[in-house]
């Protein structure tokens, strides 16, 4: 098994891009934002259509949220991922992990190139992330409903080690449906988690159908809310509007926060955009050159 190791520099490099994006205008940020998630995208498509398996329709709804988080709000250390007063990230809906593995190679947690085994026999980068093997995962995912309560954990390690980390998990919406969540949400609100923050990539669909139709979330916000987490809805596509929020958090002193990001499956690429069987279709040769060229404008 390949043994992945940071891109010496990748510290500082990360660190200068954060602190500019920081003090960018709002249109340059977003600008740059937009680039570096349109790279993601285009390197995901890669790797899916040379694996011949992933999930592209939930990566590409979360790559804008992912690039964010990573380029622009994260507190971590490409090169001393097991520091300890790192921020958390949790990436529950394991199953996008081709944008995971993506985004962590563009911050210089392992070199681009081991992109190229995603999913080969005995890769580090399998279907599911493993943080026995891959530098930068929190937690394995993969079984939905898991990430929420990891992160609670997270979140009150970090208070009783009087940490000012952060612990961030990104949810899907239809693993939500999972009563372990609530379990969750419920537990996060108890015990007055600030430093714990989830964002639901929301975008509507799940394995074979939509989410109101196989068991209806509406109205979310308000479960949040009665589930004592301070919540704010944006575009999950708008840079700047998921930038705003993710740097405004904790929205309430003693509360827990909650960011539904209102997204499409396939996000970017006209023919995979809310189609549901683009969950987990694989795209042939003449739909991965399409895609690139929409992904490339």
Not at 193 to 221: C, F, K, M, S
């Amino acid at each position: 098994m390949t043994d992945l190791r940071s891109r010496p520099g990748s510290a500082g490099e990360l660190a200068a891009r954060r602190d500019w994006l920081q003090s960018a205008s709002p249109q340059e940020r977003a600008a740059h934002l937009a680039a570096a998630a349109a790279a993601l995208r285009r390197r995901d498509l890669e790797m899916i259509t040379e694996a011949r398996m992933g999930h592209i329709g939930g990566d590409f709804s979360a790559a804008d949220i992912v690039a964010t988080l990573y380029l622009a709000v994260l507190r971590i250390d490409p090169e001393a991922p097991g520091w300890p007063d790192r921020d958390r990230y949790i990436q529950s809906k394991g199953h996008a992990s081709a944008i995971l593995y993506a985004t962590l190679a563009m911050t210089g947690f392992f070199d681009d190139a081991a992109l190229d085994t995603y999913m080969a026999p005995l890769s580090p980068l399998n279907g599911h992330p493993d943080r026995r093997h891959v530098p930068g995962v929190e937690s394995n995912t993969g079984p939905l409903g898991h990430g929420l309560p990891v992160a609670v954990g997270a979140a009150l390690a970090a208070r009783l080690a009087g940490s000012a980390r952060r612990a961030f998990v990104l949810t899907g919406d239809g693993e939500l449906q999972e009563g372990s969540n609530w379990e969750a949400a419920m537990a996060g609100a108890h015990f007055q988690l600030d430093n714990l923050i989830a964002i639901v990539d929301r975008n509507g669909l799940q394995q074979g159908a939509r989410t109101e139709e196989t068991n209806a979330l509406e109205p979310l916000a308000d479960k949040w809310t009665a589930f004592g987490w301070e919540v704010r809805e944006v575009d999950g596509h708008d840079h700047e509007q998921l930038y705003q929020a993710l740097c405004a958090v904790p929205f309430a002193a003693g509360q827990p926060s909650c960011i539904i990001a209102r997204t499409q499956k396939g996000h970017g690429v006209s023919f995979m955009t809310d189609r549901v069987e683009w969950h987990h279709k694989v795209p042939d040769a003449q739909q991965a050159r399409d895609a690139q060229e929409e992904l490339s404008r």
